[in-house]
């Protein structure tokens, strides 16, 4: 069959973006598995954190799912949804979209560039879901903010929600960004373990200044990630509690890929969503002939590169500068 695709990334966190609304496509699980594994191997031609396939729906403008590179499927991708976002609001020439995805139907906007003529969405991160089983994790509480866990670590404290993927997440500083206990703290709670029976993503937050933050997140079923959307929601959150951050005000988030904006806000019903801004950047769009019984002995016909990642580049250099000098460099 003949398969179209486009290469995008929000903050570095690339995808390979399928459109099943209007090429006709009908992938069975099986298929969105298998195109996953082949197509975001590293070790392909295209590599990638996973698939985007863009479905139609029948109560919004379109559906989204994503499939990480390694075949499990995510429950929500906020990176991933910018990109969707665009494609869809390009598509149908909507400067306003709603998506659907696994667990609610989202927002998504055009937005002023967040630096240099870079494309830019704001998308809605929502729900915010505490209690523990929600994720789930297996531990005698109701719900986790700014507490231990003496399983894992012996001296970082943690907190957990889903939004709606599953977060663990730890505010630490330099000398904790640059050890390796991260790393082992996410391998431990994604391989087998009676804590997180399905994985969690695990990030580490350093506050930079008032308004500020870094972001580096092991995403499960990924592994380190130069950016997760989801990750820098719920972190900025996560620091609007613990008083570190206002509600209702812009957080610069910085991350490997980049950086994105968060606004939490804290709605009248003491519920909470999050405004995800950031870019949308196109790298290029291929066609492919392939089998779906065998995606990875694929065909590449045609590649058309777009121009877009030059002008990313200047806020991926900005944004290294910061974090070189403010976590990096500053231990």
Known sequence: MDLNLIKCHGSGNDFLLIDEMTNGYDFTEEARQNLALALCDRKSAFGADGILFVLSSENCDARMRVFNADGSEASMCGNGLRCVGRYVCELLDKETIVVQTMKADLRVSSQESIFE???????????????????????DRETMVNESIPEISDHLTFSALAVPNPHLISVVGTEHILSNEQKSIAETVNGPNNLFPDGVNVSFVHPLEK????????????????????????????????????????????????????????????????????????????????????????????????????????????AKSIVESKVFMSA
């Open 211 to 318: 308004g500020s933050i870094y972001v580096r997140t092991y995403e499960r079923g990924v592994g380190f990630t130069n950016a997760c959307g989801t990750a820098m929601s719920a972190s900025s959150l996560v620091t609007c509690l613990l008083q570190q951050n206002e509600f209702g005000q812009e957080i610069d988030v910085y991350n490997n890929g980049g950086k994105v904006r968060v606004v939490v806000n804290e709605l009248d019903d003491g519920r909470y969503n999050m405004e995800l801004i950031g870019n949308a950047t196109y790298l290029y769009q291929s066609q492919l002939e392939l089998s779906l019984s065998n995606p990875e002995q694929y065909h590449e016909v045609s590649r058309q590169e777009f121009t877009e990642e030059g002008m990313y580049e200047h806020l991926q250099n900005h």
């Open 117 to 139: 003529n870079i494309p830019t969405y704001n998308v809605e991160i929502s729900p915010v879901l505490f209690q523990l089983d929600q994720l789930p994790m297996n531990i």
